[in-house]
């Protein structure tokens, strides 16, 4: 066994409640509307090892915050858009070998949501 690969391990952001302007229509955009989502990121470095050690951890705080700043900012027709701008500036800004978002919008009627579900697997070095 290489006990120098990663281990394996997710961290899970769950119902991460949030307003926003997305929707096709533009009257739709016009008032901010809650979503939920939820993020699941595998650090490149794993959840083992880590010896108690911040420095070397995925800030799960500091992800949630920029996932609001993300949200908050402009307006977007397609809940997919903002989908990948979450997993644009995720894998940028923090060290993860892959993440997951789902985002729950409450806009149908005689449905609980509607939902999209993105994920990006960063490649490995050579």
Known sequence: MDRSAPSGGRIE???LRLRT???VPEEERRVPQEVCIDLAMAPA???LGLRDRFEE???YLAVATLVERI???GQRRLIETLGEDILDAV???FPVAEVEV???KFILPNTDHVAVRLWRRLEGPD
């Open 13 to 15: 952001i769950s119902g």
């Open 21 to 23: 302007r997305v929707g």
């Open 45 to 47: 470095r794993g959840l």
């Open 57 to 59: 951890a995925v800030d």
């Open 71 to 73: 949200a908050g900012a």
């Open 91 to 93: 894998t940028q800004q």
């Open 102 to 104: 789902v985002i729950r």
